[in-house]
């Protein structure tokens, strides 16, 4: 790793692959900076949706909320790039960067921040970057088993229900995520539960409530237990603001919260002093934000969730965090709005991260700079499209190169009409081979009804759900495979999940990221590494059950056919169930010494 000069006005780097001639300048508040390359390709950048190659582009590194189709948008920024000619760079700021790549590299960031290059070959650079962040922890071995989840399930006898049609359907669960199971107003008690009032610091715990009179909940605690006694571990959603209550809705509990937090400035504050509202137009607009870098914040915020732990909640899906909209916001920390767009929701998941222990799971959707080291990274909203389906792969392929190693999406899309059966199975499929594999869909009626309405009526993405919707009994049958392989596979899964950590290397690796000697890496996007051993090449078409494909040199064997391929070569997976290829030689790590494994893989496939 270099430390560039940014106080000198030019200078040459001659690299193995590459002589970077750098210019430096000043303009105003903004440092400028123009590398002249060779370069063909660059990757990185954070979670992308738009291009995984880089290149032709202007990327704004900055953290937003949009739902659906994000385009150049992103929840998820790392202002970090490498090229295919042997290094990359890192910008260390909170504040917006600028990148535009074309015949030169011109990068334009605030005064203050510094610029690293890191050197040698992709998977190093990537390497190099990570453990300089510090040191990645894997989530628990269940974590890489089948998730579930349904923005409808809000009561006891949902979640009872669901369990039933796991049991029925024969479905293996290791991961049940409730977003609609508070009271919707404090977000950390259970919904239709009493609760006398807790002032302050005080310390909720769950003999505090009452749930005799609840519609929603009789008794989660005895529920979670029994979820865990069949393997299921249950995540809970979490939103990091105080809330402003609907007009003609009071809560009282929220009333305190609100109270509290500006009188002892738990929230974040303006310069003029008053509390920062979230802006008109967005989501929860009018709501505080606390200020998770103000230790007392946290103190008093953890206080109302750590009976949540102790009840035996495995984790949190800490979604939002890309509220910061006006410049003149100011932290407990001295951070401004302008550093704020970017690490605010960092701050929060890292604060969730410390709370909570790794042995426990996050689930975030917004990330900046260190969201390697607080998995997982999930993709957001998207359609039920195959357009869409496009940008959550080119979003984990780029999420890839920017250093994220634990990354999932939701099966068949969270948003709009229902699937199709067939992008349905193709988005099981390709699930079946990413770091996390869920289903997941938003409310009845759509998440913004006025502007994407859903399916009308059951608007979940169960597996029983498609079958039902369609008409089709027998895709139960289908889809209950990939279910079950994806158990097979969690060994190996978890095996490659720890060397990965270990490594700072992504689980899912992009052919050029581990043969960039290989012209033909940088030209076969859609196929990647998953783990060491398995080559994945995903389809994202409708009615195609086939795809050509290159295969790096040497020898392969097809993951559900057996047949052997020569590599270095283009092939076609007709014989393939999917398209997946296990390096020459590998087999007995993938089935980690289970005998039976590609017996059953054939006889079920």
Sequence with gaps: MIELDLEKDKEEIQLENDLLTIEYSKDGQQRNIT???????????GEKFDHIDQKGHKCINRVEEKFCNQGEKTYCSVPFFFTDTGWGLFVETDCVTTFEFNHEIRCAFPNDASAMLFTGAPIDIISEFNNYLGKISVPPKYAFGPWISANRWNSQKDVEDVVKKLEKYDFPASVLVLEAWSDEATFYIWNGAKCREIDGNEELRYEDLDFSESKYWTNPKEMVQKLKEKGIHTVLWQIPVYKKMEEGVHNSQ???????????????????????????GNWFAGSLVPDFSNPDTKKSWFAKRKYLLDMGIDGFKTDGGEFIYEDDVISFDQKTGKELKNSYCQQYINSYYEAIGKEHVLFSRAGYTGTQRTPILWAGDHQSTYEELRNAYTAAISAACSGIIFWGFDIGGFAG??????????????????PIMQWHSEPDGGQFKELLPSAEGNNERSPWNIAESYKAPGFIDEIRKWHHLRMKLLPYIYKEAVKAAENGQ????????????????????????????????????????????????????????????EGG??????????PVFIKGGKESDICEEDCSFFEDIKKHF
């Design 569 to 578: 070569q283009i092939v076609d997976s007709i014989l393939e169930k999917y």
């Design 35 to 45: 590398i002249k390359t060779s370069y063909n390709h660059v990757y990185g950048l």
């Design 506 to 565: 992504p689980l899912m690796k992009p052919l050029f990221m581990i043969n960039p000697e290989d012209c033909n890496s940088f030209e076969w996007e859609e196929e990647y590494f998953f783990g060491e051993d398995l080559l994945v090449a995903p389809i994202f078409e409708e009615g195609i059950n086939n795809r050509r494909l290159y295969l790096p040199s040497g020898e392969w064997t097809g993951f559900f056919s057996q047949k052997k391929y």
């Design 417 to 434: 009409p229902l699937p199709t059966m067939d992008l349905y199975l193709k988005s099981t499929q390709f699930a079946c081979f990413c």
């Design 254 to 280: 929220n009333t305190m919260d609100e109270e509290y937090a500006i009188k002892n400035k738990l929230c974040l504050y303006k310069k003029d002093g008053t509390p920062y509202r979230i802006l008109e």
